[in-house]
């Protein structure tokens, strides 16, 4: 897919800047900006199409293999960056059967062409490589490959790099902006054992004569890198249909171990109506031909597009434990990572700076998915529930060209933001066509910046919310309403109020109860100020359910 260089842009004072507004920067090397910069030995290809070829020894934990880099040109060079960790070995960089120079850096390398190639023209790039992969220490938080027996001593595999990055097992351009539009994964295994991976499973070879397997799966959407995994094991597969709001079927595909069969086919029961839910806010599954997989896996879970790493353990909750936190058993791991097959999959942030575009929309996600399966108020009752577990220590942005995420508040207060949001604009038909509209038309299958976001939802709402987007997201302290509520000559009071922000020109509604009345009144930076009639029942409040913010009062 096309890249685009990320900026942030002020859209009021038209100011650009690049980095955090608030929080400490950090000291990055040459390494971090390889890594997360695109630089023009990366902007001047596209990558159309990755052809990985694999053969696993899990007695030595080693891979060896190659992978085929299609591409097109986008500006003529002679010199273009890969990516593969400098613990793995790179034994030859062949194209057109000539073998080609190379320099390691880091954990990037550069392949010098001997002639230039040119703008528009399409080439093949193939990498042989072997070595031993990071074993993940603590999947899928610090990733890597985690190989495992199951509970009857069988090999068990499987792979997250989430963040750490794809480099780590195989060669690519590991830049989020740049998405091959599809990639095929051919693996060789022992024979005793399943694959199970993402897309179409396109072949599998069990030659009497061999004591391995070659499975091979295709995947036809785009795919951002660190979606691709490797989960191999004593697999048994089971499948159920979902039938779209349109008939359309669409396979349930899924991979369990064996003693789990009859929790899974329970367990997974869940997967239906949720499907039915994110087809009503988002849209039909978005990768219908490669069919929709949960796959067990040694680790709790991530979002492999089409094929969800599963690891809750047939529990509800995040591994048994209430996370709703007002007594709902849904089995989370199941909810949010489908979530993000719409959110992190079919939109995909562009820098991981701007993670909160997965972790936010995916985890509002949740509550809407609550709020379908039984009402509005119960939807609210699990936002709120989580702002006991939101620090606003840092921001949710992380530091941009240097490959640096956000703090984890990105998941819960990227949900209180976005329920505020809904609530700022005040119309549901509209708030929801919106997200639809992301989903299915705007933004699918693209990759996308915090500006696109920001710009898209100022535009089809005709208001200014890029005040709200800065505060939120590029600030670490949320909104604080600053008020005096006193009471005046005769029956009445005075309600005096101002927003205080990092964030100038900041302007957002106020909702307050007064006796039986809701009002809803336009705060800014400045200090206004209303007069309330006194009221049989002098009940005062300020609507902290629908806004994410803090009060002060004098």
């Given amino acids: 897919m096309k890249f685009f260089k990320l900026f942030i842009l002020l859209s009021i004072s038209q100011i650009g800047f690049s980095q955090l507004l608030d929080g400490p920067q950090g000291d990055y090397s040459k390494a971090d900006s390889l890594r997360g910069m695109l630089s023009p030995e990366r902007t001047c290809f596209d990558v159309t199409y990755y052809d990985l070829m694999l053969d696993l020894n899990f007695e030595e934990k080693t891979i060896q293999g190659y992978n085929d880099v299609h591409y097109t040109v986008e500006e003529d060079f002679k010199r ?94 590991d830049h989020l902006s740049d998405e091959p539009d599809s990639m095929r994964v051919t693996c060789a295994y022992p024979k005793d054992l399943m694959f199970a991976g993402n897309g179409q499973l396109r072949l599998h070879d069990t030659k009497k004569n061999s004591d391995q397997n070659i499975t091979s799966w295709l995947v036809t959407y785009p795919i951002n890198n660190y979606n691709v995994s490797l989960n191999i094991g004593d697999y048994v597969n089971f499948q159920d249909k979902y039938i779209s709001e349109d008939g359309e ?174 609530h700022v604009i005040n119309d549901d038909e509209l708030w929801f066509d919106l997200l639809k509209e992301m989903t299915t038309k705007e933004f699918a299958y693209k990759t996308i910046t915090a500006n696109d976001v920001m710009f898209y939802f100022n535009r089809k709402t005709g208001m200014n919310l890029t005040p709200l987007f800065m505060q939120y997201v590029f600030y670490k302290d949320i909104p604080n309403l600053y008020y005096q509520f006193e009471k005046i000559k005769g029956k009445s009071y005075v309600f005096k109020y101002k927003w205080m922000t990092d964030v100038g020109s900041f302007e957002m509604p106020i909702e307050i109860s007064w006796g039986d009345e809701l009002m809803r009144l336009n705060g800014t930076n400045d200090l206004q100020e209303i007069v309330l009639k006194k009221k049989k029942k002098a009940n005062f409040s300020i609507n902290e359910e629908q806004f994410y913010i803090k009060t002060r009062k004098r």
């Fill in 80 to 173: 273009i960056q890969l990516d593969l960790f400098e613990n793995m070995i790179i034994d030859a960089v062949v194209f057109q059967d000539d073998s080609l120079p190379y320099e390691r850096m880091y954990n990037a390398f550069f392949v010098d062409f001997p002639d230039v190639q040119k703008k528009e023209s399409k080439g093949v790039l193939r990498v042989y490589y072997h070595g031993k992969p990071i074993i993940a220490k603590n999947p899928p938080w610090d990733g890597g490959f985690t190989w495992q027996e199951d509970k009857n001593g069988a090999p068990w595999l499987g792979v997250s790099c989430e963040g750490i990055g794809a480099s780590l097992w195989w060669p690519n351009k």
């Fill in 249 to 422: 079927e669409l396979i349930l595909d899924y991979w369990v171990l064996p003693y789990n069969l009859e929790k899974a086919k329970d367990q997974f029961q869940q997967v239906g109506p949720m499907l039915a839910c994110y087809e009503e806010y988002f849209g039909k599954f978005p990768f219908w031909r490669d069919n929709y997989k949960l796959v067990e896996t040694p680790y709790l879970g991530m979002e492999h597009q089409t094929a969800i790493a599963y690891g809750n353990n047939y529990k509800t909750g995040y591994a048994g434990y209430d996370f709703s936190r007002i007594g709902l058993d849904f089995d989370y791991i199941i909810i949010h990572e489908t979530g993000h097959e719409y959110w992190g999959n079919l939109i995909s942030a562009q820098d991981i700076a701007d993670l909160w575009i997965h972790e936010g929309f995916c985890t509002y996600s949740e509550a809407l998915y609550v709020e379908c399966m039984y009402d509005y108020q119960k939807g609210q009752d699990y936002v709120n529930a989580k702002k006991p577990s939101i620090g606003n220590k840092h921001p949710m942005a992380g530091v941009y060209d240097v490959n640096v995420e956000g703090d984890g508040d990105m998941y819960n207060k990227g949900m209180l933001f976005l329920n505020t949001l809904r």
